[in-house]
């Protein structure tokens, strides 16, 4: 049978606000364990919770940029469970009232675009971490991110395929890089993905039975999760057998899912409002003050790329979609003032080179100053763009400047026809042959021909004199 | 002149300003008084000898040096067990929390200690401030000093006992449902339960986080006022705290309540009153007539349903807030578990006693989803209906009189079997907590038995000024 697939998506980012949700401690990553805590975030009896208004404020900005509504008075609730990540044993999360609700984000795959629905955004507290001891056997827990504060992102079940998940968070993560609130860094857990997925028969307007593979990572494992779970259900469904409500895991290194928990041990969190927090009251002069604090999001970035300067939809996409790649676009493209080059560099060699390292653009060994001195040599004539491929890649290992690389390693374009005639010459007396063939139409010959003298020329000289020079030569 | 263990704390104040006594003197007396004494009242868990010690003689070096004091320099302090003391056991008189030791202070500790105050020891209570007797405590009983064989009345029993039997001028207690009001009344001493967000309970162990407040429990309201301008007060750790100015609570300490309107609920006069209650009630009716106080009977028809409402709030809220008690991190852990969940299962049931594990129970069931609405969401409709009932009350009247237990202290191990018969000794205190209001209990007289009776004074949000006042000018004009 044909299936639709249904997808909706939690997902969580956390905050780069530099203090926790409910009390003082520091939320940079990393640290000895149990260093960035407190009374408060390792659950203590008797500390209380203090809402940290940047996390409020981030909240917002996020809502208003993924065009949801605020909610002018909202609270905060307990979920109840056990788990020795959960000092408190209830997180602080909000159930029925949050912060921001009825958004929406624009997604484009291939040639198509459409709208997912946001349902909500609320906010709650991290978790703290497991560690396996190797020493003992045993399990220790690291309290550095309990209390880190989050938004879960909820959407509608509007998503239809792993790629259109994947534009979807692609398009989250732009959006909440732009707006400072996360910094979204995802192998570092900063933003994780829940798949809710279920099938049905196409043309059928009932839902069939969803299931949750929680925290995923990557946008690799997104995707890999989320096949794998069209794949199960369907073999399922296939069979005439039934799929189950229920919380799965997906293991990136085997590349299954397996199920933690069915619906009859589903957790009653026995939600009730947190006794401990006054509601948040948000007046619409504070909405109106970040709405116009919001920077200029990637959707009118975008816009601006193709109408103003000409790029391809695609290029400008894939540009707009990384808040660092769209900044580095603009500054380089200021300097340089060759904007069709600097998306070319971005588009092939800076989106390989990060795909080959494995990194984060803004990970990238280079800046955008550098990338314009390399398109200004080449503009310049100074360097071919042969060349330019090697001093590229010797910036993208060093982040050296180009212009001493070019000076160090002897560089330099020859454009001095002179000098490159006397090569011609020579290399054209040694291939009597190849200028024999060209002369009989093998215009193969010719690329032969050139290439030879390139080689002479150590990749030096400026290919557009040397083919005329070479042509001169043939056609006389 | 007094024994020294009999003074108020303003009294010792004084000598120690006369230089008439010092405060190794007072804390030594206390001291003693306790190593005689509390073999058989049990008021205490822990006793810091030592250190109270050394910090009385400190403070004299700083009274022989003539600098301007705080307002408690030197007076001794009890504190209940549930106030989280830095470097000194807060056990919460449970098995779970045994031999914990708090990494910090609570707010009102710190407030207490930079007035100059000195902790002598941390008291009994009911496990978790679950009870109203200090039955609960896992660790012992606390006998009420007035007679040995009756309870001192719970959950701040140990503050209680301690304060009336001589073994401390002043103490910290903290109410949930009258667990200030109803041990004060029961040992013959003043206790006050502040307007929910007077006073800070960052560092209180939480039972019911929206109904839970600390306070006085003194022999003299006087000395209320004095501890109640000390702890009062905006506290950032505290979201609940409100953010109002400070106040002087001596100013209200006026001998006067002419004109005062003193409104008596007929509700609170009804089945399972005692007698004699009834009788020393009225009598304190009659004295604010005297006085000038206009005194009518009025109505609180909501008051009925303030009990189911306060069991079913305080317990949800208290089955969330001792989940963080897992064996986990801190206190009891059974030694016997091989899982996870035999860690939680067999460390809570081990380390909780019978009426805590029977809250969390009731508290877990009302939150649980299909009954959440007919239980915790009704209640919280419920409560704000007793709120209103209150706030109509206010409008005719500046305070509303009543008396703070239906009965004198009852027998140990009279109740103790039956919790439903336990829990309608809050009777007259809950409504309080569930509205949030200030309520003042004072000794009115005593019955047949010489067992003390407590009078309930009830204020407006934040208006303890008025039920000090009416408490004060009771306390100086009644027949000794």
């Known amino acids: ?476 | 002149m007094k024994e020294i263990c009999e003074m108020t704390a303003h009294e010792i104040r004084d000598m120690y300003e006369k230089k008439e006594i010092t405060v190794p003197e007072v804390v030594k007396a206390y001291i003693e008084k306790i190593e005689s004494e509390d073999e058989n009242i049990k008021a205490y868990i822990t006793v810091c000898k030592e250190e109270a010690m050394e910090k009385a003689e400190k403070m004299q070096a700083r009274y022989e040096s003539n600098e301007k004091l705080p307002p408690l320099a030197g007076v001794p302090i009890a504190i209940k067990d549930n106030l989280c003391t830095k470097g000194l056991k807060t056990t919460c008189a449970s098995k779970m929390l045994e031999n914990f030791i708090a990494p910090y202070d609570a707010t009102v500790i710190k407030k207490i200690e930079e007035a100059g105050a000195i902790i002598i020891g941390k008291t009994n209570m009911d496990e978790f401030a679950m009870g109203g007797s200090t039955e609960n405590s896992a660790f012992f009983k606390t006998h009420n000093p007035v007679n040995l064989e009756r309870v001192p009345g719970g959950s701040s029993g140990g503050s209680a006992a301690a304060v009336a039997g001589n073994m401390a001028p002043i103490a910290l207690g903290s109410d949930t449902g009258g667990s200030i009001r109803e041990p004060a009344s029961f040992c013959g001493i003043v206790g006050l339960k502040p307007t929910y967000g007077l006073v800070s309970r960052y560092g209180l162990v939480a039972f019911a986080s929206s109904l839970d407040q600390v306070g006085p429990m003194t022999r003299d309201v006087r000395d209320t006022a004095e501890l109640l301008n000390v702890i009062a007060g905006h506290d950032e750790l505290d979201s609940t705290s409100a953010n109002i100015s400070k106040k002087d609570y001596t100013a209200s300490l006026v001998n006067d309540v002419k004109g005062i309107r003193i409104g008596v609920p007929k509700e609170y006069f009804g089945e399972g009153i005692s007698a004699s209650v009834k009788v020393a009630i009225n009598r304190a009716i009659e004295k604010y007539k005297d006085l000038g106080a206009i005194v009518e009977e009025c109505s609180l028809p909501t008051t009925k349903y303030a009990l189911p409402t306060y069991y079913i709030i305080a317990c949800a809220e208290a089955s969330s807030n001792l989940g963080r008690f897992d064996g986990i991190r801190y206190g009891y852990r059974s030694k016997n578990y091989d899982t996870l969940q035999d860690i939680y299962k067999n460390s809570r049931s081990e380390g909780f006693g019978e009426e805590v594990k029977r809250r969390i129970i009731l508290g877990t069931y009302v939150l649980s989803s299909g009954y959440y609405d007919a239980y915790y969401k009704k209640a919280q409709k419920v409560r704000t209906v007793v709120k209103q009932g209150f706030d109509e009350a206010f409008e005719k009247y500046d305070i509303i009189l009543t008396p703070t237990v239906p009965t004198v202290a009852f027998k140990l191990g009279e109740r103790v079997n039956d919790p439903l018969e336990m829990y309608m000794t809050d009777l007259l205190t809950v409504s309080i907590n569930i509205a949030g209001v200030p309520a003042i209990s004072i000794p009115c007289g005593k019955d047949e038995e010489g067992m003390p009776i407590g009078m309930q004074l009830i204020g407006k949000h934040f208006d303890e000024e008025t039920i000090l006042r009416a408490a004060h000018t009771y306390e100086q004009n009644k027949e000794v």
Not at chain 1, 251 to 270: I, L, Q, S, V
Request: charged share 30%; hydrophobic share 35%.
């Open chain 1, 1 to 476: 049978m044909e299936y639709e697939v249904v997808i909706g998506l939690e997902v969580h980012a956390e905050l780069s606000t530099k203090t926790k949700i409910y009390c003082g401690c520091s939320t940079e990553f990393g640290g000895d364990p149990n260093t960035h805590c407190c009374p408060v975030c390792t659950g203590m009896p008797g500390a209380l919770p203090v809402l940290n208004e940047k996390v409020v404020e981030y909240a917002v900005r996020a809502g208003l940029a993924t065009n949801c509504e605020i909610a002018r008075e909202s609270k905060q609730d307990r979920k109840n469970y056990y788990y020795p990540d959960t000092p408190r044993a209830y997180q602080i999360s909000q159930y029925d009232l949050p912060l921001c609700a009825h958004g929406h984000v624009e997604i484009a795959v291939g040639n198509t675009e459409k709208e997912v629905g946001i349902t909500r955004i609320h906010i709650e507290d991290d978790a703290g971490k497991l560690v396996h001891d190797g020493y003992t056997g045993g399990t220790l827990v690291d309290f550095n991110r309990a209390g880190v504060p989050l938004i879960e992102i909820v959407s509608e079940p509007d998503m239809r395929s792993a790629e259109e998940a994947v534009a979807y968070v692609e398009k989250l993560k732009g959006i909440l890089e732009y707006i400072g609130v996360s910094d979204c860094k995802m192998q570092e857990g900063s933003l994780r993905a829940d798949v809710n997925l279920s099938l049905r028969p196409v043309g059928s307007e009932k839902f069939g039975t969803r299931t949750e593979t929680k925290n995923l990572n990557s946008f690799r494992a997104i995707a890999r999760a989320i096949e794998f779970e069209i794949a199960r259900q369907k073999e399922i469904l296939d069979a005439g057998g039934i799929v189950y409500q229920e919380t799965r895991r997906w293991d990136d290194e085997t590349g299954e899912g397996y199920a933690t928990r069915n619906k009859e041990e589903a957790h009653d969190y026995r939600y009730f409002p947190e006794p401990d927090l006054m509601p948040i009251r948000l007046s619409e002069e504070y909405i109106q003050d970040i709405k116009n604090s919001l920077p200029e999001l990637p959707e009118s970035r975008k816009n601006r790329y193709v109408n103003e300067i000409g790029l391809p939809e695609y290029d400008a996409d894939i540009i707009t979609s990384s808040k660092y790649l769209s900044d580095f676009f603009e500054a380089a493209t200021d300097i340089c003032k060759n904007a069709k080059a600097v998306s070319n560099w971005i588009m092939t060699d800076i989106i390989r080179i990060a795909k080959e390292k494995g990194i984060e653009y803004n990970e990238l060994p280079f800046s955008a100053e550098n990338l314009s001195r390399l398109i200004m040599l080449i503009d310049k004539g100074i360097i071919s763009s042969a060349i330019a491929k090697k001093v590229f890649n010797e910036m993208a290992e060093s982040g050296e400047n180009p212009e001493i690389i070019v000076k160090e390693k002897g560089l330099i374009q020859i454009s001095d026809e002179g000098a490159i005639k006397e090569v011609v010459d020579k290399i054209i007396a040694a291939n009597p042959q190849s200028v024999a063939d060209y002369k009989a139409g093998k215009d193969r010959a010719l690329g032969f021909l050139v290439g030879q003298c390139m080689k002479e020329m150590k990749g030096k000289g400026n290919p557009q004199i040397l083919n005329k020079l070479i042509l001169e030569y043939l056609n006389n």
